[in-house]
């Protein structure tokens, strides 16, 4: 039995009111990921081409850590 078959044949052993959760996931899966990377590339581009000098100011992990209350 092929894998789409076998999860064919678990669907109809869950309940009604989990089928919202699956179809989300199915759909995750399914989703375009030719569409991520071009949303990803949108991305790298729109932080490349801004013209805030302050864009590359790092933070130390230390302070980061201090100011959430971790240290």
Request: proline residues 6%; hydrophobic residues 35%; negative net charge.
């Amino acid at each position: 039995m092929s894998n789409k078959e076998q999860i064919i044949n678990l669907l109809d052993n869950i309940p009604d009111y989990k089928m919202g959760y699956v179809l989300a996931y199915v759909q995750g899966v399914a989703a375009d990921e030719e569409a991520d990377d071009i949303f990803c590339n949108r991305m790298i581009e729109n932080y490349l081409n801004d013209p805030d000098p302050e864009k590359v100011k790092g933070i130390p992990l230390e302070e980061c850590l201090k100011e959430w209350g971790l240290d």
